[in-house]
């Protein structure tokens, strides 16, 4: 277990959802980060980096994923105003009001669950966490994506990215070790794809693969690691590429840079510029 590890996975994280939700606010231009001009400060983050402390804190406090005590904590802390998503809300606020996670997390989307991205986009310090075992980070991955996300695609996504960020702490190569972890689903077959479709321009990837515009786990997890893969060493480059990519920038961005981050840390210019992390949302020690 490396709690190092997975602070630096969260700061990239929360970092490039930051930056990538400024993109949604008027005046902010795509084009003046792809020239090295990021917008002036503070970046303020989302619900991707909310529930990313959230998890990050069951971790370091008891070192594995009870679901009753994760989702008591995301009912809890769940600050609509940071994005939530109505359906996310909705699952929240009945946990909150005493209802039991899987009832909330089922009947909420008609039986089903939910196939959003909010279990993939929050759970890379997770395999930050527990990168000397795959093996567990599937399950701990697992068990952290049910509370809000029962659909077999949202699980996927977040099996998908929390074994990334081990994959690429050991290596650039992470799409061939994601896909070993893999069952068959639209997520795997959009990560063979994306395996595929490595050097190619952004633009044919986003196209190829989908960008996050539809908020489902296969419409976005594909990308994020087809984008983590190409720039594994340069976290600025991966950022800027989900940035280009459009669609749900904070949250490709969110998971490409929680992902990177593993490898090569965070620009210090960039980290001054994201809003602090309230020290509620996060126990342990920061890195220095």
Sequence with gaps: MSANSAHRSLDGLSVGDALGAQYFVPGHSRSDLTAGRPPAGPWPWTDDTEMACLLLAELLD??????????????????????????????????RDGVPWREAATTAYRGEGSCGNGAAMRVAPLGAFFADDLDVVVKQAVLSAEVTHLHPEGIAGAVAVAVAV???????????????????????????????????????????????????????????????????????????????????????????????????????????????????????????
């Design 62 to 95: 008891h070192g594995h994923v009870d679901q009753d005590r994760l989702a008591a904590s995301f009912a809890e802390h769940c600050e609509p105003y940071r994005g939530y998503g109505p359906g996310a809300v909705v699952v929240l606020h009945r946990i």
């Design 166 to 288: 081990g994959a690429a702490m050991a290596g650039p190569n992470l799409l061939d070790a994601v896909l070993d972890y893999l069952d068959g689903s639209e997520v795997r077959r959009g990560v063979e794809d994306a395996r595929r479709l490595l050097g190619r321009p952004t633009a044919e990837a986003a196209y190829e693969l989908g960008n996050g515009s539809h908020s489902t786990a296969q419409d976005t997890v594909p990308f994020a690691l087809w984008a983590a893969a190409t720039h594994a060493d340069d976290y600025r480059a991966a950022i800027v590429a989900c940035v280009e990519a459009g669609g749900d920038m904070d949250t490709t961005a969110a998971m490409v840079g929680g992902i990177v981050a593993c490898r090569t840390g965070v620009p210090g210019d960039w980290l001054a510029l994201r809003e602090p992390l309230p020290p509620d949302l996060r126990t342990g020690s920061p890195l220095p």
